[in-house]
Each structure stands twice: as structure tokens, then as C-alpha cells.
């Protein structure tokens, strides 16, 4: 068998949805745009909580902060359309939430370790190989969320990294395995995964699960904020999932991921990771 065995499709995933995942409504695409930008339009539209838009490749795939998301057709990008009952400030819990949902998955699909990089970048191997971005629209009248979309994007098989990323990305696969329609048990066992957790977000039991898999703890970090980076260390996250880090100074300050980026003191700046 070939890794044409890998074709992603509705029929494709499905059988290996279960429980409440087994409710999401599919759309799986080839080459779109951004499955977060078209999520957006249609829960602006009105389109139901568990919709999901699925895709092979995007044209314009978005990070954090602006940056973009380098998403070529050996990846697996997910954007998943949430009505949750939570404050802005609690939109974090989606994020980490689904950060363990997906190291979860990749770790049982390959039997490897998956680090968590506070707030939404998983790394496998000292690689980053996913990234997630939540975007959020506020109902003004109540302060609570209109709407959420979950973006996922997975580096499945990517060989040829972009100059800009290639010391920093990575992927999960060297090779697809070839008897196996790996993408789609792979977006099976994180929509699996995800409905567990995004069905019990308040009660925060998976922020023990994030914890463990962080390598920020402990470590000495530079907070980036605008155009001023200040040495710290990072030293819990809280049960809002901030980070908390220590100053020098002694002084401590929980972080929202906002406008926060951080990094390691050792690590290189880039704009795209
Ligand atoms: C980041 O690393 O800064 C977050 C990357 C999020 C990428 C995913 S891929 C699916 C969804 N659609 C997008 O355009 N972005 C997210």
C-alpha cells in the first residue's frame, strides 16, 4: 500500500471517531486559505458548536501575533468552532486545554514524548511540531464568548522546513507509515481527545497533565512584550493556566498569552515559530 491510503475525507475519519466526537460535523477540504479564517465566517454565520473544517494544506495558515503558519500538504490542519460558557479571560483554559488533547493523541499514535511550550507550541524531539491559535469573538452584552475557534495545525510528515524555521520546526513522522491512514487516525484521536477535555474545561484536572509536559518550569526565560525583553524565570502556571514567572527582582507577574511572547535565554529569536 501506498500513502495514498493516507487521503483525508469525511469517510475517512469517521470510523474512528467515538463518543461525543462521533457528533462533530465534519467539512474536510484540500487547499484552503486558513480553516481558522473560513471557521470564523461561519460562526459568525450562525454554523453550531462542533463544527469542524478540516484541510490538507492552507495558502495563508496564521500563527500568533500576526506571524504566519507554514502549512504545506504533509500536515494536518483542524479548526474547530466552540459556543463555550467561559469569560475572555478564561479563553486561555481552551487553548492549554487543547495542547494536552493533542499531545495526547500525537504521543499514543507514536509512542514518543510531547513537550508543551506555555502557551499553545508542542515539541517533540526539542522540535516544535504543532501549534495552536485561539481566536475569540466577545458578546459585548454579557462579557463571555460569542464564539471560539480552536486552531490546530500539526506537522505530520514535513520533510523541507522554510529557511526562517527549519533549525526550530519539526514534524511527527520521518516516514507515514504505510499500511495506515495515519492523517485521519490522527484527526480521529484528537477530535476524540478534544471532546473529553473541552467537555470538562472548568474543572481544570488536565492542567496537572499540561504541567507535566512543560518545559518552561524551572527554566530561565526571556518575557518578550512589544519591543522590551525581560529575563526571568518561569516558575508554575496557575490554575488560569498563566504563566508565572519571577523577576530578578524577586517580583512575580501571572502572564496571559496576549501579547507575550517568551523564550528560552539560550534560544534564538525567529519570527515564525
Ligand atoms: C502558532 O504556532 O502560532 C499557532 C499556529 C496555528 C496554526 C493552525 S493550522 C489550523 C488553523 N488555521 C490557521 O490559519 N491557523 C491554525
Redesign the pocket.
Known amino acids: 500500500l501506498k500513502s495514498s491510503n493516507d487521503i483525508l475525507t469525511v469517510q475517512s475519519i469517521a470510523p474512528y471517531l467515538r463518543g461525543k466526537a462521533a457528533d462533530f460535523f465534519l467539512d474536510v477540504r484540500k487547499t484552503v486559505t ?4 473560513i471557521a470564523k465566517e461561519l460562526a459568525a454565520g450562525g454554523a453550531c458548536e462542533g463544527t469542524v473544517i478540516i484541510a490538507t494544506e ?1 495558502t495563508e ?4 501575533m500576526g ?1 504566519s ?1 507554514y ?1 504545506p500538504a504533509s500536515g494536518l ?3 474547530i468552532i466552540l459556543r463555550p460558557k467561559l469569560n475572555l479571560e478564561d479563553s486561555l483554559l481552551i487553548t492549554t486545554g487543547a495542547a494536552v488533547a493533542v499531545a495526547k493523541a500525537i504521543e499514543n499514535l507514536t509512542g514518543r514524548d510531547v513537550q508543551i511550550k506555555w502557551v ?2 508542542l515539541f517533540m524531539d526539542g522540535k516544535k511540531i504543532c ?3 485561539t481566536e475569540a469573538s466577545l458578546n459585548v452584552e454579557n462579557g463571555g464568548l460569542e464564539y471560539a475557534v480552536l ?3 500539526i506537522n505530520v510528515c514535513t520533510k523541507d522546513f522554510p529557511e526562517n524555521i527549519k533549525d526550530i520546526a519539526g514534524s511527527i513522522f520521518t516516514e507515514k507509515p504505510k499500511d495506515e491512514p495515519i492523517t485521519s487516525i490522527l484527526a480521529a484521536n484528537v477530535l476524540n481527545n478534544l471532546a473529553d477535555t473541552l467537555d470538562n474545561l472548568t474543572d481544570k484536572t488536565y492542567l496537572e497533565e499540561y504541567k507535566k509536559r512543560s518545559f518552561l518550569l524551572g527554566k530561565d526565560i526571556n518575557v518578550i512584550k512589544g519591543s522590551n525583553t525581560f529575563t526571568a524565570k518561569a516558575i508554575d502556571i496557575d490554575d488560569r493556566a498563566r504563566l508565572i514567572v519571577k523577576y530578578p527582582d524577586s517580583s512575580t507577574e501571572a502572564l496571559t498569552s496576549g501579547e507575550v511572547s517568551i523564550r528560552l535565554s539560550n534560544q534564538q529569536d525567529s519570527k515564525n515559530d
Open positions: 486558513s480553516t481558522n479564517t492552507q495558515g496564521r500563527g500568533r506571524r503558519f502549512s490542519y483542524m479548526s499553545n507550541d501549534g495552536i491559535l486552531g490546530i495545525g
